[in-house]
Nanobody
Framework: QVQLVESGGEMVQPGGSLRLSCVAS????????MGWYRQAPGKQRELVAI???????NYADSVKGRFTIYRDNVKNTVYLQMNSLEPEDTAVYYC?????????WGQGTQVTVSS
């Protein structure tokens, strides 16, 4: 079993920054691939960024150059630094990992970008 708890979402103006955090507990190890996904109203959930246990990363084209995913394996925490936020980034952001064929999700944290 793995538990994921996200935090850090709030309302911010366009051009602003936020840092999301996801604390993992349970049967988690530093080898787990961790990811951030988001779901906007009326849209499907989409991948934002992932980070492998050894630190390699991958990003959705829409966030490249603006978002950075990184992890602290001592704290079992993965972060998503989001800069130059745009209204299109408004969504519920979810943390994800998987063990074998089992996916684990957090409860999500709301990010709203609006003036």
């Amino acid at each position: 079993q793995v538990q994921l708890v996200e935090s850090g979402g709030e309302m911010v103006q366009p051009g602003g920054s936020l840092r999301l955090s996801c604390v993992a507990s349970g049967s988690i190890s530093r080898r787990n691939v961790m990811g951030w996904y988001r779901q906007a109203p009326g849209k499907q959930r989409e991948l934002v960024a992932i980070i492998a246990g050894f630190g390699s990363t991958n990003y959705a084209d829409s966030v490249k150059g603006r978002f950075t995913i990184y992890r602290d394996n001592v704290k079992n925490t993965v972060y998503l630094q989001m800069n130059s936020l745009e209204p299109e980034d408004t969504a519920v952001y979810y943390c994800n990992t998987h063990i074998g064929l089992v996916d684990y999700w957090g409860q999500g944290t709301q990010v709203t970008v609006s003036s």
